[in-house]
């Protein structure tokens, strides 16, 4: 199986390290393609074969689109005509509901389309469907996040604040984005965070599992200043990578007769984090575990506990909080 990685930031170059260093997946060709061919030849030189340089023309059996979010929906197009199976790891709000919109075309082209396939959607969809495990009922799932990858997750992150977040309530509501403080806890070494709301993807790919739910929202951490400088343009150049990153998922419902919750989350850089997702899921696609069709997100496709055991694999850790 030959994987083409467009874009060579720091999700892009991560996904390119694991591959070149886990010969148990058998991946033949690795191309690699970004705006600026210099970090593309770097990369094929640091790791030699089988990385090489590729185009946006390569034949490769599963495309990575890497690139910065917003950008993906019009380079999915492109390689959804060639019936590529794809894999994108944007957490813009239009990027996903366009992405979602090409299940028809992904049908006729006998082909796979996931979106959101990074921390944040994506690594919070699959823990959403692990803490739901035993509920006769799910009535509310619950994301947040904390922590930018390189810098256009950086950029991605500013602008989520000062537009309009998407909220499920029995129904799609539209909320201002920077609203809604709630102090939520992660894993160590984040610990506690005040997040608010957000243009954030999560609550269109969750509502697809969890059609049921009375409430789906997702939330990310900022401090003061971000919130009241996202109308602006940044203040200060992002800087090349976070090195906190958690997501936290709480989901409540009812088991039997009684009212209950279950909160899971997982730790790692955000960069090293959506890079292990990525990975985790080409193992599924070069195993032949994946045989959907169509456009769908992550949590649709994958077994929820094999998955997170890979993911956990690619130094990411996963708990559970037991409260008292």
Not at 116 to 134: F, I, K, N, Q, Y
Not at 140 to 162: D, I, M, N, W, Y
Request: net charge positive; hydrophobic share 45%.
């Amino acid at each position: 199986m030959d994987v083409l990685i467009v874009g060579a930031g720091v999700v892009g170059a991560g996904v390119v390290d694991r591959l070149a260093n886990t010969p148990s997946i058998p991946v033949g060709r690795v191309a690699v393609v970004d705006r600026n061919p210099d970090r593309a030849w770097q990369l094929a030189e640091q790791y030699g074969s089988p990385v090489t340089v590729g185009s946006l023309d390569d034949s490769a059996d599963v495309v990575v689109l890497a690139t910065a979010s917003g950008s993906q929906a019009r380079l999915a197009r492109r390689f959804l005509a060639r019936g590529r199976a794809m894999l994108s790891t944007s957490d813009s709000v239009a990027d996903v509901r366009r992405l979602l919109g090409m299940h028809g075309a992904a049908q006729r082209q006998n082909t796979l389309v996931v979106a959101g396939v990074g921390m944040a959607p994506g690594l919070s969809d699959v823990l959403a469907g692990r803490a739901a495990e035993g509920f006769d009922r799910v009535t509310e799932v619950h994301v947040a996040k904390f922590g930018t990858g390189g810098p256009a997750c950086a950029r991605q992150h500013h602008k989520a604040l000062s537009s309009l977040a998407l909220e499920w309530r029995g129904g799609w509501k539209q909320r201002p984005g920077g609203s809604g403080r709630e102090l939520c806890w992660f894993p160590s070494p984040v610990d506690a965070a005040d997040c608010y709301r957000a243009a954030l993807p999560d609550p269109m790919l969750l509502v697809r599992k969890f059609s049921g739910a009375d409430r789906i929202t997702a939330r990310m951490a900022a401090t003061r200043r971000d919130r009241f400088s996202s109308w602006l343009p940044m203040l200060r150049p992002p800087h090349p990578e976070g090195k906190l990153g958690a997501v936290r998922v709480e989901v409540r419902g009812q088991k039997g007769q009684k009212w209950t919750g279950r909160i899971l989350g997982a730790s790692a850089p955000p960069g090293t984090a959506t890079a292990a997702v990525v990975m985790g899921t080409i193992e599924l696609f070069a195993g032949g575990q994946l045989r959907h069709v169509g456009a769908m997100g992550l949590s649709e496709v994958v077994d929820t506990a094999e998955f997170l055991d890979a993911v956990e694999g690619q130094k990411v850790v996963c708990e559970e909080f037991a409260g008292a």
